[in-house]
């Protein structure tokens, strides 16, 4: 049996090779891999706890089965998080038309969970703040604060230019940052 | 209120080492001097390390277990089509063999009859001298069966086996 340490090491394209090759179980190394950025960048899109999980499955899926399509000119974790923002995108338009409630004012981000320790409650304002803004932007922001990802790969994911993704990024903190500031200072006058 | 923005601009700009290093150089020399500045620095600083800290959110536990279960089960299956096909294609094999095998052929070809007229250069005919007759029949026979054989093994392995490897796990 393979130890944690083992297969951390282990590049993406040598993953990739083995379960193309047939150990599909490899791939599971993959999604622990990528599972908590995959289901933030789905959660900051369609801004729904489960339908997030459900974007973040059918991503592991589509990319599962396109894997010997993956032509690896960019990165897989590129190429991951686009299938991801198509995917949520999909879902975000289909909860709209679904829903006559705005979907800002009904975020709820822990719906499951009764005690909350104080990083669940920083997740939260996080979270909130992120809700404020358009799926593009949303996406934009949580891609450059994630991976700390280059503007490049942010634009190969999100189809952008470089310098509408700069605009876009720009307004997007400043909003974030006003948002996230209001909702701090809320929380400690609540205190 | 546009001055506070153009000073956000700059105080993000600075935080993300996008300016020159004339422009940061004049920046750092404002901020030792406007402590208004250096206020609102350190506050959007924070904010940024704030969310570096706190942006990532993780699934339910069983995420990655739930999700091989299901890929597991999503294995690509041949359409009934093609194991028809394929079914067809072994089955015309193995008769063909059996057939050719023992068939004798009795057809005769009705040529015209054509004087060759024989040729002055005499090639000199080599007597192979085989000892052994070659068991032609019982070698293609042989072949014949390996193919089919070999064909049911890759029949088994490439799409059987992982077929019902895959129902196991859904079931």
Known sequence: MRSQSNVNHLSDDVIIDQVI?????????????????????????????????????????????????????????????????????????????????????????????????????????IALAMSRLVEQDAMALTLFYLEELSLDEICKITDLSLSNLKVRLHRARKRFAKELQLLLRKEAVNL | MEKEEDQDDLIWRYLDDDLTEFDKTRFESQIEQNTDLKTRLDELNRLNDYTKKNILRSPVSDFTEHLMLHIQGVRIVPKRSHWVLLAGLLVTLFISGLYLSEYSSNITLELNKIDIPESPIKIPSVDLKLNEKLPLDQISKGLLYTLSILSLLFFDRAILRPYFKGRKATN
Do not use: M
């Open chain 1, 21 to 125: 090759n047939g150990h599909t179980s490899s791939y599971a190394i993959l999604i622990e891999r990528y599972k908590s950025y995959v289901y933030t960048v789905a959660l900051n899109i369609v801004k729904l706890e489960e339908e997030a999980e459900e974007v973040a499955q059918d991503s592991f899926i589509k990319v599962f089965k396109n894997l010997k399509k993956f032509n690896r000119e960019s990165k897989f974790s590129t190429w991951l998080y686009r299938i991801t923002f198509n995917t949520a995108l999909t879902a975000r338009k289909r909860i709209t038309k679904q829903t006559t409630e705005t979907l800002n004012d009904s975020i709820n981000p822990f719906t499951n969970q009764t005690d909350q320790t104080e990083q669940d409650d920083q997740k939260k304002f």
